[in-house]
T-cell receptor
Framework: DAGVIQSPRHEVTEMGQEVTLRCKPISGHDYLFWYRQTMMRGLELLIY????????DSGMPEDRFSAKMPNASFSTLKIQPSEPRDSAVYFC?????????????FGPGTRLTVT | GIQVEQSPPDLILQEGANSTLRCNFS?????LQWFHQNPWGQLINLFY???GTKQNGRLSATTVATERYSLLYISSSQTTDSGVYFCAVEGTTDSWGKLQFGAGTQVVVTP
């Protein structure tokens, strides 16, 4: 199994630009999670999907952030327009509701720097 | 929401030493996981352990759900054990899969 795949691994952009982060979950997993990690706030859940449907987006900081999951093998997190305070590591994770396999598996993360 | 407290916040170990990390949580849980974030930033799923005891090599974990705590044991520590260890829980009143992370324990293993 290839694990959760994220791209790009690093992104440097200027304030005001649009940023799109991508995630491919583990095949067969029906839950997908987007997290953000900063020194100040630690790991925060932004949004998660079940069977491609957003379940809880209460962690999305503001309207500049949006996430989609058009199919079971792909999700995007978009920031438009980006701001310096969005600089963080963004993780995608996936899991399965099957009994005995509860557990989230994380991708390598995307380190975003907004200048 | 559910509160998660980890202790100690920092730990320095000499290679070969044993250690215990603790996670306290404020309410009943459906899910508890331990993760290791290595120095390269990768978050690795160590244990899914809402109750009971599990072992994986030199690592083991015990969760006493009725007393709202979990322990992670590292035996014969190696330099590769360095990094941050996170406990994350899903409260029974939370949506399935919604994990609340603790602040982590930073572990440094010296040769």
């Amino acid at each position: 199994d290839a694990g959760v795949i994220q791209s790009p691994r690093h992104e440097v952009t200027e304030m005001g630009q649009e940023v799109t982060l991508r995630c491919k979950p583990i095949s067969g997993h029906d839950y997908l999670f987007w997290y953000r990690q900063t020194m100040m706030r630690g790991l925060e859940l932004l949004i998660y999907f079940n069977n491609n449907v957003p379940i809880d987006d209460s962690g999305m900081p503001e309207d500049r952030f949006s996430a989609k999951m058009p199919n079971a093998s792909f999700s995007t997190l978009k920031i438009q327009p980006s701001e310096p305070r969005d600089s963080a590591v963004y993780f995608c994770a996936s899991s399965s509701a099957d009994v005995g396999t509860h557990g989230q598996y994380f991708g390598p993360g995307t380190r975003l720097t907004v200048t | 929401g559910i509160q998660v407290e980890q202790s100690p916040p920092d730990l320095i170990l000499q290679e070969g030493a044993n250690s215990t990390l603790r996670c306290n949580f404020s309410d009943s849980v459906n899910n508890l996981q331990w993760f290791h974030q290595n120095p390269w930033g990768q978050l690795i799923n160590l244990f899914y352990i809402p109750s009971g005891t599990k072992q994986n090599g030199r690592l083991s974990a015990t969760t006493v759900a009725t007393e709202r705590y979990s322990l992670l044991y590292i035996s014969s520590s190696q330099t590769t054990d360095s990094g941050v260890y996170f406990c994350a829980v899903e409260g029974t009143t939370d949506s399935w899969g919604k994990l609340q992370f603790g602040a982590g324990t930073q572990v440094v293993v010296t040769p």
